[in-house]
């Protein structure tokens, strides 16, 4: 049975830093590319972050560049999203994501396997 639990989620103000974790099992991770999405109420799911199984190749959303960083772990099967510098606009449901294939993709429809989703709110 494959599971993707993210983690990390909370309530934090504008300026604060957060770090999401999702733990992959049922695969084998090392051979996955791995993505960050976000979906806010009314909105579609956009794409944040990628990294490839390579653990080299790295991809961020425009809005994001700069503030948050991929990065994975593959002894432990886990990929993280460290979020710096959040602000109330990054309030979203956020998301980790699984990828076959050879070519890692910021197309949410490309991947294969999607956790549950972890809350990040961003108020004063």
């Known amino acids: 049975q494959v599971q993707l639990v993210e983690s990390g989620g909370g309530l934090v103000q504008p300026g604060d830093s957060l770090r999401l974790s999702c733990i992959e099992s049922?695969?084998?991770?090392?051979?996955?590319?791995m993505g960050w999405f976000r979906q806010s109420p009314g909105k579609e799911r956009e794409f944040v972050a990628y990294i490839a199984r390579n653990s080299i190749n790295t991809g961020y959303a425009e809005s994001v560049k700069g503030r948050f960083t991929i990065s994975r772990d593959n002894a432990k099967n886990t990929v993280y999203l460290q979020m710096n510098d959040l602000q109330p606009e990054d309030t979203a449901v956020y998301y980790c994501?699984?990828?076959?294939?050879?070519?890692?993709?910021?197309?949410?429809?490309?991947?294969?396997?999607w956790g549950q989703g972890t809350q990040v709110t961003v108020s004063s």
């Open positions: 994501a699984a990828q076959f294939g050879s070519v890692v993709s910021r197309a949410k429809n490309r991947y294969d396997y």
């Open positions: 049922g695969l084998t991770f090392s051979g996955l590319h």
